[in-house]
């Protein structure tokens, strides 16, 4: 079987990189091959906390509506659902750096999930009270049901974690962002299936993941629940939820996506569309 990364950020023994989540696979962590992002943009992103000596980065999230923010099963549960564990940090430049830090009243894993190479890797966060749109802080669209993201188009993912295999974001902890392609899911199977044997012919990559990045760039360890996104028609759409990985920007193994279009319906089950 695959030695698989979740990419989350160390914790407990950890909840992320570091410490997988039950089963072969890892959760995500950091951003591998990008820059910095401008202090002006994806001003959706959010960085999860939990209580531990202090309020530990853990995971990203995206802020999809005035009080619910977007991340990866992985990062919560299903063990983890005490709210009064979590926080939430609004969209800073630097981890840390910020004093203020939401309350969460549910967690909400979908109720699939148990690792997150079995998929279902998404939940759902309601802030006790309803956050301030301005200029620094929005919400990012979700994309239609039919909407797709085809094999080759460039979209973007951003979050706190590694820079690389095993190495930490250094002080002063920036916002990074990297540019990835989208990765037909057929074709990111065949490439997970490199160096396998002939019989393990199941299929790693599932209908509600999607892949992109490549050995130059992708997401890492510490960027788990993190949003990617990707330009349609002039808007910002939330294509994935980082979710998991072999490693980070390694040869035949891109990283894998939540596909969001895929639970769009579990999602307004309890997220209110916007007007």
């Known amino acids: 079987m695959l030695t698989l990364l979740v990419l989350a950020l160390p914790i407990l023994g950890s909840l992320v990189h570091m410490a997988p989540a039950p089963?072969?696979?890892?959760?995500?962590?950091?951003?591998?091959?990008?820059?910095?992002?401008?202090?002006?943009?994806?001003?959706?992103?959010?960085s999860l906390r939990l209580s531990i000596k202090y309020w530990m980065h853990i995971c990203g999230g995206s802020l999809i509506h005035r009080q619910w923010?977007?991340?990866?099963?992985?990062?919560?549960?299903?063990?983890?659902?005490?709210p009064e564990l979590f926080r939430v940090?609004?969209?800073?430049?630097?981890?840390?750096?910020?004093?203020?830090?939401?309350?969460?009243?549910?967690?909400?894993?979908?109720?699939?999930?148990?690792?997150?190479?079995?998929?279902?890797d998404i939940a759902l966060l309601e802030l006790e009270d309803p956050v301030n749109i301005s200029s620094h802080i929005q919400t990012v669209a979700l994309p239609p049901a039919s909407q797709t993201f085809p094999a080759g188009m460039r979209c973007w993912v951003t979050g706190w974690g590694d820079v690389d295999n095993d190495e930490p974001l250094p002080p002063p902890f920036p916002l990074k962002q990297v540019?990835?392609?989208?990765?037909?899911?057929?074709?990111?199977?065949?490439?997970?299936?490199t160096g396998l044997s002939t019989g393990d012919n199941i299929h790693i990559v599932r209908d509600d993941m999607l892949c992109a990045g490549n050995s130059?760039?992708?997401?890492?360890?510490?960027?788990?629940?993190?949003?990617?996104?990707?330009?349609?028609?002039?808007?910002?759409?939330?294509?994935g939820v980082v979710s998991w990985g072999e490693g980070c920007a390694q040869p035949n193994r891109p990283?894998?996506?939540?596909?969001?279009?895929?639970?769009?319906?579990?999602i307004h089950r309890y997220v209110p569309k916007e007007p």
């Open 23 to 46: 089963g072969p696979a890892l959760e995500r962590a950091g951003i591998v091959g990008g820059q910095e992002a401008p202090g002006s943009k994806w001003p959706w992103q959010v």
């Open 179 to 193: 540019k990835v392609p989208i990765v037909e899911n057929h074709v990111c199977d065949a490439k997970y299936h």
């Open 255 to 266: 990283g894998v996506y939540t596909r969001v279009t895929h639970y769009l319906d579990w």
């Open 216 to 239: 130059r760039r992708d997401s890492c360890q510490g960027d788990s629940g993190g949003p990617l996104v990707c330009r349609v028609n002039g808007t910002w759409l939330q294509a």
């Open 89 to 120: 940090q609004l969209r800073e430049q630097h981890l840390y750096y910020g004093d203020e830090l939401l309350p969460i009243s549910r967690v909400i894993p979908h109720p699939d999930y148990y690792m997150a190479q079995d998929g279902a």
């Open 69 to 82: 923010v977007l991340t990866a099963a992985h990062c919560v549960g299903p063990a983890l659902i005490n």
